[in-house]
């Protein structure tokens, strides 16, 4: 049976969201599979909101568009407000609950709650709780392998800043172990 998995990872502008969600499309990529990733940004980059929509799938892919995603990694308040509604029946929602207070009160999704900003700081990660969630949401997902996270890390990090590729890792690993 073809497969396909829709993911929208939101947050505010500086927080990462357009780089998890090219390194999620490059994971798909490395496994052989068909991607689109379509950044959306507010009016302001940093501090403005933006989103980022990544499909990835065993066929074709008719649009990038995620009105619906399978799954919703919510970086801060108003983007959970936003898109919790949207995740499909069954799906999952990923919350940093280090900047979210809010809790989803349906049984229809999945929600995990992780203090990926209060764990980045904790662990000399500043700047990474987006990857600590995606962390999480590999785990849970059984999205790829560690291997396959590391080979994705490598062709979306530039190379002048390769020295993070360890510290992404880094991020992974404290996200599959929340």
């Known amino acids: 049976m073809k497969k396909m998995n829709e993911y929208l990872i939101a947050g505010f502008g500086g927080q990462g969201i357009l780089f998890?969600?090219?390194?999620?499309?490059?994971?798909?990529?490395?496994?052989?599979?068909?991607?689109?990733?379509?950044?959306?940004?507010?009016?302001?980059m940093r501090g403005g909101t933006c989103n980022c929509s990544v499909c990835i799938s065993d066929s074709l892919i008719g649009s990038p568009?995620?009105?619906?995603?399978?799954?919703?990694?919510?970086?801060?308040?108003?983007?959970?407000?936003?898109?919790?509604?949207?995740?499909?029946k069954g799906g999952k929602a990923f919350i940093d609950n280090s900047l979210v207070d809010s809790k989803y009160d349906g049984s229809d999704i999945d929600c995990f709650y992780i203090p990926a900003t209060r764990l980045a700081a904790e662990n000399d990660l500043k700047g990474m709780a987006n990857i600590i969630v995606l962390g999480k949401v590999i785990k849970e997902t059984g999205l790829?392998?560690?291997?396959?996270?590391?080979?994705?890390?490598?062709?979306?990090?530039?190379?002048?800043k390769a020295n993070l590729i360890?510290?992404?890792?880094?991020?992974?690993?404290?996200?599959m172990a929340n």
Do not use: Q
């Open 20 to 44: 998890a969600g090219k390194l999620l499309g490059n994971i798909g990529l490395i496994d052989n599979k068909e991607v689109t990733w379509f950044p959306s940004y507010g009016p302001a």
């Open 65 to 88: 568009v995620v009105d619906s995603p399978d799954v919703l990694i919510a970086m801060n308040g108003p983007s959970y407000d936003k898109f919790i509604n949207a995740v499909k």
């Open 144 to 160: 790829a392998t560690l291997e396959t996270v590391k080979a994705a890390l490598e062709v979306s990090v530039p190379a002048g």
């Open 166 to 175: 360890e510290l992404n890792m880094k991020a992974i690993e404290i996200g």
